[in-house]
T-cell receptor
Framework: GAGVSQTPSNKVTEKGKYVELRCDPI?????LYWYRQSLGQGPEFLIY????????DSGLPNDRFFAVRPEGSVSTLKIQRTERGDSAVYLC??????????????FGSGTRLTVV | DAKTTQPNSMESNEEEPVHLPCNHS???????IHWYRQLPSQGPEYVIH???SNVNNRMASLAIAEDRKSSTLILHRATLRDAAVYYC??????????????FGTGTRLAVRP
């Protein structure tokens, strides 16, 4: 597709439930990133994939959060035993490769997760 | 990571130029200066980036101070569509440093008709 696609756009779940958030990057982009954005704050880094492997998962807040990218394209962010504090907009971005300082990311519009 | 400092908010009139400042006094020689903006209910959008020289593209211009401790994003003629949060981010150019962007809280730009 022309851009980064994230589904669903909105997700409401009950506390304690499991959720999956999906990201379809731009075709051919080898690098994929997940960020989380709370109201009034800038996006916060969660995890970065280069191909199929997680190159940096230092931003995952705890072991309830997990992400996969099994074929080096689509990625799924998984959250177990959701808590109200997990409510945020989850953003996905992709880039042609891990480029160091040069080049830009393309972000999706995000999934708004609400835990009630 | 080297940090950036931006004003929380700015206002501009439509069709006038806007200069959005960013201070980064602890910038290192390998840090690129990136700007992103975020429109309401959308993900951030890449605007421009530079290392040492001023840069121009179809969206904006980036003016970098000679000592690289500050930079300014210039929108030449603001439109209502430019109302957004603008983020100034330093990104280490060394591949060994990883590849994440570290966002601050940015500058919220309001454009008056």
């Amino acid at each position: 597709g022309a851009g980064v696609s994230q589904t669903p756009s909105n997700k409401v779940t009950e506390k304690g439930k499991y959720v999956e958030l999906r990201c379809d990057p731009i075709s051919g982009h080898t690098a994929l990133y997940w960020y989380r954005q709370s109201l009034g704050q800038g996006p916060e880094f969660l995890i970065y994939f280069q191909g199929t492997g997680a190159a940096d998962d230092s931003g995952l807040p705890n072991d309830r959060f997990f992400a996969v990218r099994p074929e080096g394209s689509v990625s799924t962010l998984k959250i177990q035993r959701t808590e109200r504090g997990d409510s945020a907009v989850y953003l996905c971005a992709s880039s042609l490769r891990g480029t160091g300082g040069a080049g830009g990311y393309t972000f999706g519009s995000g999934t708004r997760l609400t835990v009630v | 990571d080297a940090k950036t400092t931006q004003p929380n908010s700015m206002e501009s009139n439509e069709e006038e130029p806007v200069h959005l400042p960013c201070n980064h006094s602890t910038i290192s020689g390998t840090d690129y200066i990136h700007w992103y903006r975020q429109l309401p209910s959308q993900g951030p959008e890449y605007v421009i980036h530079g290392l040492t020289s001023n840069v121009n593209n179809r969206m904006a211009s980036l003016a970098i101070a000679e000592d690289r401790k500050s930079s300014t994003l210039i929108l030449h003629r603001a439109t209502l569509r430019d109302a957004a949060v603008y983020y100034c981010i330093l990104r280490d150019g060394r591949l060994s440093s990883g590849d994440k962007l570290t966002f601050g809280t940015g500058t919220r730009l309001a454009v008056r008709p």
